[in-house]
C-alpha cells in the first residue's frame, strides 16, 4: 500500500466472517493491481453515511452484503438492469463518483453452474426449489441462458407464484406446487436448492427426496457451509452431476474485480485461497 493504492471493500452487518477481503486482495496481487480490500462494519442506521463515505473517499468499488443489498438501491446513481430484475445490489461500482450498482450473485451462480457442472442451459428444463432472496437473485440470470422453462416450488406456495409472477412471461418462469414436484424433478435437467435446508449445523436436511432425482441430471445447491451438502452427496449416489454453492461465491467476486478493473479474475488462485482459509 502506499499513497497510490485504490480502495475496495465490503459493507455488512455481521461482517467478520466474511472471505471476501482475502479472496480479493489475493486478487489483486495475481494481477498486480496497487489496490486494497477491508471488511467493514455497517449497521442498519449508518448505511446512508457508509455510501457517503464511499463517495467522499473515493472508492472505486465495493461489495454490499446482508442486510443492506435492497436498501443500498436507495443510495445509487444508476442500477442495471440484472440488479433491478434480482431487486438487490451486491456490488458498487464508483465510476469517477458516479455510483453504479449490479448484482454479481446471479450472474456469478450462473458462470459457476456452467464452468463446473453444465455448459450449455439452453433448451433445459431447470426445477428451482425455494422463492427467498436467494432465489430472485438467480432466477433473472438463468432466464438469460433461454432454457426451456424454469419451475419454481416452494414450501409456501403462494410465494412461489408471487416471485414467478414478477417476471415478464416471455422468461418462461413459472410456478409449480409442491405436490407436482416430484414428476417435475424426474423430468427436469437441472434441480437448484435455493432453500436454506442442509445449512449448517442442519447439515442432514433434505430440501427434496433425492430418489426423485433423474440419474444424469444435475443437481445443485447455493449452500456452501457444507461444501457438498446432503443433498448433493444422496443425489451424487444416484448418478447426478453436483454442483455447491462454493463456485457461486468465487465467481460472484470475480465479476466484481472484472468491473472493477475491467481485468480478467484468476479465478483458480481465488478460490485457492478461500479453500485454504477453510482449513
Ligand atoms: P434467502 O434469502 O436465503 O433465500 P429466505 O428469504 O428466508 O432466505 O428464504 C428461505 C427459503 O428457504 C424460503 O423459500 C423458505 O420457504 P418458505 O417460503 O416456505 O419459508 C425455504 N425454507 C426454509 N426452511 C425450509 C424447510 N424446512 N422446508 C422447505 N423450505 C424451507
Same mark, same amino acid.
Given at each position: 500500500m502506499d499513497s497510490h493504492t485504490v480502495l475496495f471493500g465490503v459493507i455488512g452487518d455481521p461482517i467478520r466472517h466474511s472471505k471476501s477481503p482475502i479472496m480479493l486482495n489475493r486478487a489483486f496481487r495475481e494481477r498486480g493491481i496497487n489496490g486494497a480490500y477491508a471488511a467493514f462494519h455497517v449497521a442498519p442506521g449508518q448505511l446512508e453515511h457508509a455510501i457517503a463515505g464511499v463517495r467522499g473517499l473515493g472508492f472505486r468499488g465495493l461489495n454490499v452484503t446482508i442486510p443492506h443489498k435492497i436498501e443500498v438501491m436507495s443510495y445509487l446513481d444508476e442500477i442495471s438492469e440484472g440488479a433491478? !430484475?434480482?431487486?438487490?445490489?451486491?456490488t458498487i461500482v464508483n465510476d469517477n463518483?458516479?455510483?453504479?450498482?449490479?448484482n454479481t450473485d446471479g450472474i456469478g451462480y450462473v458462470r459457476s453452474l456452467k464452468e463446473e457442472a453444465e455448459p450449455n442451459l439452453a433448451g433445459k428444463t431447470i426445477v428451482l426449489l425455494?422463492?427467498?432472496g436467494a432465489a430472485r437473485g438467480i432466477l433473472w440470470a438463468l432466464a438469460q441462458e433461454n432454457p426451456a422453462s424454469i419451475l419454481v416450488a416452494n414450501r409456501t406456495e403462494s410465494k412461489a407464484a408471487e416471485l414467478s409472477a414478477s417476471f415478464s412471461p416471455d422468461l418462461r418462469i413459472s410456478s409449480i406446487p409442491w405436490s407436482e414436484l416430484r414428476d417435475a424433478c424426474? !423430468?427436469?435437467d437441472v434441480v437448484i436448492n435455493t432453500t436454506s435446508v442442509g445449512m449448517s449445523p442442519n447439515i442432514d436436511a433434505l430440501p427434496i427426496d433425492p430418489s426423485w432425482l433423474k440419474p444424469g441430471s444435475v443437481a445443485s445447491d447455493l449452500i456452501y457451509n457444507p461444501l457438498k451438502t446432503a443433498f448433493l452427496q444422496q443425489a451424487e449416489l444416484i448418478g447426478c452431476r453436483v454442483h455447491g454453492g462454493l463456485g457461486m461465491f468465487i465467481y460472484q467476486g470475480a465479476y466484481a474485480f472484472e468491473f472493477w478493473t475491467g481485468?480478467?479474475?484468476?479465478?483458480?488462485?481465488?478460490?485457492a485461497v478461500v479453500l485454504e482459509s477453510f482449513v
Open positions: 433491478k !430484475a434480482a431487486g438487490a445490489v451486491n463518483g458516479r455510483l453504479i450498482g449490479y425455494g422463492a427467498g424426474r !423430468a427436469a481485468k480478467s479474475a484468476p479465478v483458480d488462485a481465488m478460490r
